[in-house]
Each structure stands twice: as structure tokens, then as C-alpha cells.
């Protein structure tokens, strides 16, 4: 050491060489040796180890505890510097350890030596352990001389001891991470022999049974954590001259004492959990069965993440030669699990599970279980040793870096990303180890403390500034791994379809459909063409295709219909693909990617109008661009589109109806990007075919007053009704409504009353043919059909005709109608006029009359019986089915022909308004109105979701499975749920059919 300034205060020099609390440093590291070594220097050589270690402050801490207990140790470790730098430097990053070095410090001498520590083989960790708990090696089945406390410590501490002849190696950069890996999973193993040897001694006669234990999981693959639960299966057969019955129950205590021994708590704590959870029907399963029952249980029952599990399955304790039998068939079984029925969605249901396991505030910490993770890897290379294992044994690999090797060898993974994910699972699990030898716990959490950051820096040889250099090559291997596992499955695809200049082996055009169909594309065939279609060339184009593509593919298989977001991506980008902006958008703007694979995934209905509304796709970028327009900015928009086409009406309402499917692409989106409830869907729907009913009159009025070369003659409104008039739209509602004029004050002299109506006629029937035109986007059709005398009667009235006919031959029904009417478009006077004339007749003051509400309830009950489609379930209809759409609006309906007089808040024309109202009013309870709102709701989402799914309108939840699943994934239920959509909806509806019956009917 270089020589220190005579009036350097020793806490000065503690600070100097890199301890945090140096005052507590100087203190420690002045209670070592005597004053005399001090003075001298001799001591000096251990400080230079102590300030070599991953975390001087802690490796003195138990350096100093050590020397309070062993006189000797500190001049051990002067003399033998070798031992020092093995020893200090396990404290430099276990506390743990150096509490197990403390209580035993005789196991100091493990590391003694001159020469490299010697990696012990499995025969010899067995024999080491077997011995500790008083079993003979050499026995065929061997039995502890004793089960008490004394036999579980003197287990734990020769673990521990093995635990720090390991750690030693490790730190000090002697042991790959494929040995430490491997011996701890070798450690493990001789650990459970051991415990089974314990458990034998329990029982007077335990060679009854063959008992195996097979690991799994990392135990299996010989890739151990230092700290971690042991995952295994047992497997059992009965020796000659036992009842099979017999030697399973044997086996089974044999098994559990097994397990105990090793979770027990002792004076040295417990060695880990066993964990049993792997086995044919979880823990709801016998805990051990025989070779014949694994066999059948995984022939007939098992599921894809159960033969996910087997691939590392190793026997590692036990009747060796059973478990090779057990690895062996169920070998035969694991290979063939891609061609199973299902596997798509068990493969999605596992993903689901992986991502479902993280905690939130943890996420971006998390070294097992966060986005990009050593699951994330482990899942991925797993699921590809699924796919391409069955027809290449190369791929049977265990461990996760031989097998992620393998998959690159054979072309199934690009060689330089499975390169680069290897070196990122190699430090994120040494990552691991250092946390984990901290205090020997289970954790994969990155601390957040500096101190702890500074140990795990400094523990992976960065010293200059370990705090920094450490988060900045995790959060870039993080980052590298999530962006590696998102294309991980899908750039091998482009290199199977298109003439890349790759020197490396390349997917067979077979092994990418099976690696597509595995993925949940239905026509892989299909998928590939695509997929050539849009990468294949030299442009520019098709190099950003490249770099789009993998990660594209990924969020189609995340889709409810991949196949339908990739053949709609290669849609829009045969569109777009010549515009410069929009790749570029794609590649740069993850979230409009990202929304943009979702939508086409999900949607035809999407897909369609962004096929002819392409450049809708900018506005997928954020939440805020999504959200629905204000009507009177939609309306100012329109009038000026429509007013750049002067005599051209089918030209201005073709722009207005332009206007109208870029908006049905911004409310769609939002709707399936979970931003908008359904009352704020079909309130948007309804505000943008207001607008577009007033921009298509507004061109019919100029075409007709061209054409009869002079001004209307009389005012004119339409009035919604229906859902449009309770802004409950759908998307695919037709336009209900009605038309009135009024002659202009004065017509006399100018026109006559027919003429006024002449022209109104020829207004309506305008209006009616230039929406009816042919065009790309969705229609809007107009009913008239809620009109007096229905289509009996004149299209167009008068003011005057409507208060003539309502005042003398209004029915009941006509009042119900008229709680819809709402003004929509034209002359807003005129409109309000007639709100006020229907107003009569909706809230009549003192209610409607028995009669009325007799004939309403009659109507009711014919329509439920003849307006019903012939075999339509009436469980799943959404609009007249039981339950339905139109019980609740019924019931609210005659709520407000009973109650709206008096009670003015009842006055709205839409259903959850009027429900909530009733409710304020004392007229239902919050139950009911809880109950019929539920169903209104999601009878409501129902058909918007089929209209979206499906590309075309329908009013019953399809009998189709696939649609069906196609339609409850759109809603958020889980691929594999859509059962719970039929059964939700059933449930939901009939809660709301017998308040219906009891409101409505006064059942």
C-alpha cells in the first residue's frame, strides 16, 4: 500500500479507501489483530482485500464478528492472502454467509489453499450430504440413523457449507454462470437425497416402494437459483409382494416427510421449499401417483403448460432408474403437445399467466417476472423447443442457453439475437445471484438503495462508479431482452419468405407455418404470403417492413383474429405503403403501431373504413387525438366541406359522408381502446349523424332550390327519433326520424300551401337518395317509418297536419315514440315548436290513462311474441330477446308516460337518464335500476361489438364459436372465456327481465 500521511485520521483514511461509514469502519477495523500488528502494518494486506470487495463496509462487519469468535482467523487470513480474498470476499456480498462463517467458523477452512477450488462432482455433494444426516452412500436405499433436530442442522450446515465453497468460486470469477447454475441444482439434488434418507428413517419398512423424485422446472434444468423453491413430481411403483394401494400411501409419507425435512424450521432455518405444485391436477392431485397413472392423466387430461413444464423434467433423487422410465414417456408425449387440440389458446392463457404475475409498483424492477425478464426468455425459448422440438431433436435441450444455442444453430432464431439475449439472461441472472446471496432469500427484486446498487455494481467488477455503470447495463439489457423477446418468434418468419443476405440457416417455409399456426394465426400459408408480399425488395419501403414486421406480428398473434390484422395491414399499407409519412409514422410512433395491429386485429369494421380513410391512422397516437370531436366543431367542418361544392350535391355530401368515416374511425378506436363508456359511444354516433343529416340537407335544400330556381318556400326540420333521438346510436343504427315544415309567413303570396309542400317532398326525398348513394363507407339510411299512419302516411307533414292528426287520432304508441323526438337537423325554431307540440302528448300532466298503460303492455307483449326472428334464442337476442334492449326501454318509457307530467326530471329521451332519474324520484329502487342498466349496458356493448367484429350489424350473440370468441375478446374477456360472455349475459338479462316483469307488467 502506498504510504499514509502521518496526520491522516484514521476514520479520514477509511473514507479515503471507499467505506461508506467510515467512522464505524475505523472502529471495527481497530478491534482486529493487536496494537502492536496495527502499528506495524501488518494488517495492512487485509484492508487492500477488504476494500477489494463487492461492499467493504459489510465484509468488515463480518470479518470482525468472525475474529470475536475465532482468535486465529484474522492471522489466517494475513498469512494466507488466497483465503482472505475467498473469504472477505463471500462477505463482501452475503451477510448471510458470513452469518453461517460466524457460527461455524470452521468451514473457513473450506476455502483454504494455494490452488483454484475444485468443483465437486454430484457423486461427491451426494455422498457429502448423506453422510451429514448418518446414511450410507453405497445403499440402495439410504436410510438416516436419526430424524430429530440434530440430523435437519447437521443437514443445513454441510448445504451451507457447499453453499460457501460455491459462493467463493463465484465471486471471485472461477465458476460460469452454467456452473454455479448447474452445481446448485447438483447441491439440490443431493439435498433431497438426503431428506429422503430422513424421511426413509421414519418408517420401518420403506423399501416397500420404488419412490422417485423428478425435478423440475430449474432443478430440473440444472440452471438453480442460489435461493429458490425446488419444484418436483413424484412417481411411485410397488415392489413385488405390495398392494399398489399400499405402497402409494407409503410413498406419499415418504414423500411428505421428504418435504418437511427440508422446510422445517431449525436453529439454522430451512434449507427451501419443495414444492409439489407441478403434478397432474396441481394441488388439488394425489401428491404421488404411479408411472401408469402419470400416463393417463397426461395422455387424456394434461395441458400445454403442464408438457411446457416437462421439458425439464431430470431425475435428481431416489429410484433413478424410475425416473428415467417416467422422463421417458413422458418425453414421448412433451414432443407432440404443438399438434394438440387447443394449444393456440393454452399457449395465450400461459403468456396471460406469465404477465399476470408481476406486481405493478415492482414491474420496471423485476428481474423474473417484469416486461422482458428472465420468464419473458425462458417462455419464449421454451415455447420454440415446443413448436420446432417435434420434428428437430436437436432442440431437446433443458437448460435455457443450450437450448436457446440450439435454436439458433438450426435457423429458428436469428444468431445474433439469440446471441445478444444470451449475453442479456446471463447478467440479468447474475443480477439475481447477488441479490439473492445478500441474505439468502427468494427474491428477484432490484433494491433500490444506493448502498444495495453500489454492492451489485461493485460485486460485477464495476468500480469507478458502480451505482451508474450498474443501472445503466441493467436497464440496457432490460431493455435489449424486451425488445429481443418481442421479435424473438417472428424475424426468422421474414427470413423464411424473403431473399435477406443472411449467412445463417434459415426457417423452412413448413417450420415458420408451424411457428405461425402455434402463434394463432389460422391460414399460416396465408399469413407467409403476406408477410413476402410486404418485406420482399430492395425499396425502402420494404426495409421499414422489415424492421416493422416482427414486432407487427407479434401484436396481430395478440389480436383476437390475427390473420384478419395482418391481411388488413397489408391492405392499408398497399394504400399508404408510397406515402412518405406513414411507415415512417409506424416505425417511429410505437403507439400508433401498436393501436393500429390491435384495430385491424380486432376489427373489420375498422379495417374497412381505414381503407378508405387511411390517413385516420395518425390519429392512433394518443388517447387525447381520440377523443370524439365537439358537435359544433364537427358541424362547422361539414357546412364549409359541403359549402366547397356549390350545385354539387352528391360531391358534397360524398365529402360530408368523408367526414362522417374518419369519425367512425376515431370513435371506434376509441371504443376498443377502452376509452369511452357505451353512453359516450352512442353519444358521439348520434352527434356525428346529426351532423351528417344536416350537411346532406343543407345540399338538398341548394340542389332543390336550383332546380326550382327559387328559395325553399317553407321551413323545414328533421327530428330524430329512436336511438338517434335518445343519442343511443349503435354502429349500426339506421337514422330514425321525421320530417316538418312549415310554410314561410306569407307563402300566399308567393307560393301556395302545396307548393311549400311540394317542396318540402322533394327536400326529404333528396336527403333520403343522396345518403342512400353508393359508397365506400358505412350507410346511414333513413326510417321515416315512426311517422303518423307509419309508411301509410304522408313522408312529409305540416306543423298544423301533426297538431291536427295527434290531436284527434293519436294511439299510445305514437306518445311512446314521441319521448325519443329530439331536434336533429334543419330550422332549430321549427324544431322546437314541434318538441313543444309532442311535449303534450309525451308528459301528458296528469299520466296516461289504465287504458293506455293497458294497451302499451298488450303491445308489448304481441311484439315479444311475433317480432322475434324465427330461431333467434330469446336468451341471447340483444334488442327484443328477454332482458334485452327493449325491456329496459320499455320500462323506462312507461315510467315517463306515467310519471314525466308531474315530475319534470323524467323529461330526457334517453334510458339510463330516465332510470337514474326514477330512481331520484322515488319511483324505482337502486337495485332495479341497477339491474336493468346492466343489461342495457351490455346488451348495448354486445351488438356495437358485433358490428365491429363483424363488419355488418346483427342483434344476436352468434351461435359461430369462432365469432363468438372472436366477440367476447373484443369485449375483454380472455381468448379461451367466451363461454363467461354467454354466461354473463344470461345472467345480467335475466336479473333484469323480472324487474321488468314486476315494473312493467305489475307482476
Same mark, same amino acid.
Given at each position: ?153 447437521? @443437514? ?10 460455491? =459462493? ?225 431433436? @436437436?432442440?431437446? !435441450? ?130 407467409? !404470403?403476406? #408477410? ?10 420494404? =426495409? ?8 407487427? @406480428? ?49 376489427? $373489420? ?21 381520440? =377523443? ?15 359549402? $366547397? ?73 328533421? #327530428? ?127 299520466? #296516461? ?82 339491474? @336493468? =342498466? ?11 361489438? #358485433?358490428?365491429?367484429?363483424?363488419? $355488418? ?51
Amino acid at each position: 500500500m502506498s504510504a499514509v500521511p502521518r496526520m491522516e485520521t484514521t476514520e479520514g483514511r477509511m473514507a479515503r479507501l471507499g467505506f461508506a461509514d467510515a467512522a464505524r469502519a475505523g472502529r471495527l477495523f481497530g478491534e482486529l489483530g493487536t496494537p502492536e500488528e496495527r502499528d506495524a502494518g501488518l494488517l495492512d494486506p487485509l484492508l487492500d482485500l477488504l476494500v477489494a470487495t463487492a461492499d467493504p463496509d459489510l465484509a468488515l462487519t463480518s470479518l470482525n464478528r468472525l475474529a470475536e469468535r475465532d482468535g486465529k482467523a484474522v492471522g489466517a487470513l494475513v498469512a494466507d492472502p488466497v483465503l482472505g480474498a475467498r473469504l472477505l470476499g463471500v462477505f463482501g456480498v452475503s451477510a448471510a454467509l458470513g452469518d453461517h462463517v460466524v457460527r461455524h467458523p470452521e468451514h473457513r477452512h473450506l476455502l483454504d489453499g494455494t490452488e483454484e477450488l475444485r468443483r465437486p462432482t454430484a457423486p461427491e455433494l451426494r455422498e457429502e450430504l448423506l453422510r451429514a444426516v448418518g446414511a450410507g452412500p453405497g445403499d440402495p436405499e439410504p436410510r438416516a440413523t436419526a430424524t430429530g433436530t440434530e440430523t435437519l442442522v447437521a @443437514l443445513r450446515v454441510a448445504y451451507r457449507a457447499r453453499l460457501l465453497h460455491l =459462493a467463493a468460486r463465484d465471486v471471485l470469477g472461477q465458476a460460469s454462470l452454467a456452473e454455479v447454475t448447474s452445481e446448485l441444482s447438483d447441491l439440490a439434488g443431493a439435498a433431497l437425497e438426503a431428506a429422503l434418507a430422513v424421511a426413509r428413517a421414519e418408517h420401518p419398512d420403506p423399501g416397500a416402494v420404488r419412490l422417485a423424485v423428478i425435478g423440475m422446472g430449474k432443478c430440473g434444468a440444472r440452471e438453480l437459483n442460489y435461493i429458490s423453491d425446488v419444484d418436483v413430481v413424484f412417481v411411485a411403483e410397488p415392489r413385488e409382494g405390495t398392494e399398489e394401494s399400499d405402497a402409494i400411501r407409503l410413498a406419499t409419507r415418504l414423500a411428505q416427510g421428504m418435504m418437511q425435512v427440508c422446510s422445517a424450521g431449525t436453529p439454522e432455518g430451512a434449507l427451501w421449499e419443495v414444492d409439489a405444485a407441478l403434478r397432474p391436477e396441481g394441488r388439488s392431485g394425489p401428491l404421488v401417483r404411479t408411472l401408469a397413472s402419470h400416463r393417463a392423466y397426461y395422455r387424456r387430461w394434461a395441458k400445454t403448460w403442464e408438457f411446457q413444464a416437462l421439458l425439464k423434467a431430470r431425475p435428481v433423487a431416489g429410484d433413478l432408474e424410475l425416473g428415467e422410465q417416467y422422463v421417458s414417456m413422458t418425453n414421448e408425449m412433451v414432443w407432440q403437445a404443438a399438434t394438440r387440440e387447443r394449444f393456440v389458446e393454452d399457449v395465450q392463457a400461459m403468456r396471460r399467466r406469465v404477465e399476470a404475475h408481476v406486481r405493478g409498483d415492482e414491474a420496471e424492477r423485476q428481474l423474473k417476472l417484469g416486461p422482458g425478464g428472465l420468464r419473458d426468455i425462458e417462455f419464449a425459448v421454451q415455447l420454440l423447443q415446443l413448436v420446432h422440438g417435434r420434428l428437430d431433436p @436437436l432442440l431437446r !435441450r433443458r437448460a435455457t442457453l443450450p437450448a436457446l444455442a440450439a435454436l439458433s444453430r438450426g435457423g429458428y432464431v436469428g444468431r445474433d439475437d439469440a446471441k445478444a439475449l444470451a449475453e442479456a439472461y446471463t447478467f440479468l441472472r447474475r443480477v439475481e445471484h447477488l441479490i439473492q446471496l445478500h441474505r439468502l432469500r427468494r427474491t428477484h427484486v432490484v433494491p433500490e438503495g444506493e448502498s444495495d446498487l453500489r454492492r451489485l455494481g461493485r460485486g460485477l467488477g464495476m468500480t469507478v462508479d458502480p451505482v451508474g455503470e450498474f443501472t445503466t447495463r441493467w436497464r440496457r439489457h432490460a431493455m435489449e431482452a424486451r425488445r429481443l423477446h418481442e421479435k424473438l418468434f417472428y424475424r426468422p418468419l421474414l427470413q423464411a419468405v424473403a431473399r435477406l443476405p443472411e449467412s445463417e440457416d434459415r426457417l423452412s417455409t413448413s417450420a415458420a407455418q408451424a411457428r405461425l399456426e402455434a402463434l394463432g394465426y389460422a391460414d399460416p400459408a396465408g399469413a407467409l !404470403r403476406h #408477410i413476402s408480399a410486404l418485406t420482399s425488395g430492395v425499396s425502402r419501403r420494404a =426495409a421499414i417492413q422489415r424492421t416493422l414486421l416482427p414486432v407487427m @406480428l407479434g401484436w396481430f398473434a395478440n389480436a383476437p383474429d390475427p390473420d384478419a390484422g395482418l391481411l388488413g395491414f397489408r391492405q392499408v399499407s398497399d394504400k399508404l405503403g408510397s406515402t412518405p409519412w406513414y411507415l415512417r409514422l409506424l416505425r417511429d410512433e410505437t403507439a400508433v403501431a401498436s393501436r393500429l395491429a390491435r384495430l385491424l386485429g380486432t376489427s $373489420r369494421y375498422v379495417t374497412g373504413l381505414l381503407l378508405h380513410a387511411p390517413e385516420a391512422v395518425a390519429m392512433f397516437g394518443s388517447d387525447t387525438d381520440l =377523443a370524439p370531436r365537439p358537435p359544433e366543431a364537427l358541424l362547422a367542418e361539414a357546412r364549409a366541406t359541403v359549402g $366547397r361544392y356549390p350545385g354539387e350535391a352528391e360531391s358534397a355530401v360524398a365529402a360530408a359522408r368523408g367526414l362522417r368515416r374518419r369519425e367512425l374511425v376515431r370513435t371506434a378506436a376509441a371504443d376498443l381502446s377502452g376509452l369511452l363508456d357505451v353512453e359516450q359511444v352512442g353519444q358521439a354516433l348520434s352527434a356525428l349523424n346529426d351532423v351528417t343529416l344536416q350537411a346532406a340537407l343543407d345540399a338538398a335544400i341548394d340542389k332543390v332550390e336550383m332546380e326550382r330556381r327559387t328559395p325553399l318556400p317553407t321551413r323545414f326540420a328533421v #327530428i330524430a327519433m329512436g336511438r338517434l333521438g335518445g343519442l343511443e346510436c349503435s354502429y349500426g343504427s339506421d337514422a330514425d326520424v321525421m320530417f316538418v315544415h312549415s310554410p314561410l309567413e306569407g307563402a300566399s303570396e308567393r307560393a301556395t300551401e302545396r307548393e311549400a309542400t311540394e317542396a318540402a317532398f322533394a327536400v326529404a326525398n333528396e336527403l333520403r337518395r343522396l345518403l342512400a348513394l353508393p359508397a365506400p363507407d358505412p350507410p346511414l339510411l333513413i326510417d321515416p317509418d315512426l311517422r303518423p299512419e307509419g309508411r301509410q302516411g304522408p313522408l312529409v307533414r305540416t306543423l298544423a297536419s301533426y297538431a291536427a292528426y295527434y290531436g284527434r287520432w293519436s294511439s299510445p304508441w305514437e306518445s311512446q315514440a314521441l319521448l325519443r323526438a329530439r331536434f336533429s337537423a334543419g330550422d332549430a325554431e321549427l324544431g322546437a315548436e314541434f318538441l313543444a307540440l309532442a311535449d303534450r302528448l309525451r308528459y301528458p300532466a296528469e299520466g #296516461i290513462p289504465d287504458a293506455a298503460v293497458l294497451q302499451i303492455r298488450k303491445l308489448k307483449a304481441r311484439m315479444e311474441a311475433e317480432r322475434l326472428p324465427r330461431g333467434a334464442d330469446p336468451a341471447l337476442h340483444t334488442k327484443l330477446g328477454r332482458g334485452g334492449l327493449s325491456d329496459v326501454e320499455w320500462v323506462a318509457q312507461l315510467l315517463q308516460l306515467r310519471h314525466a307530467g308531474p315530475l319534470p326530471s323524467l323529461r330526457t329521451t334517453r334510458t339510463l337518464e330516465t332510470l337514474r332519474a326514477a330512481v331520484t324520484e322515488g319511483l324505482l329502487s337502486e337495485t332495479d335500476e341497477t339491474a @336493468l =342498466a346492466g343489461a342495457w349496458r351490455l346488451a348495448s356493448r354486445v351488438r356495437d361489438a #358485433i358490428m365491429l367484429v363483424r363488419g $355488418r350489424a346483427a342483434d344476436s350473440i352468434p351461435v359461430d364459436v369462432r365469432e363468438r370468441a372472436l366477440i367476447s375478446r373484443t369485449l375483454g374477456y380472455p381468448p379461451d372465456d367466451s363461454g363467461d360472455l354467454v354466461e354473463d349475459y344470461r345472467r345480467v338479462t335475466r336479473r333484469a327481465r323480472l324487474v321488468m316483469e314486476r315494473v312493467f307488467y305489475g307482476e
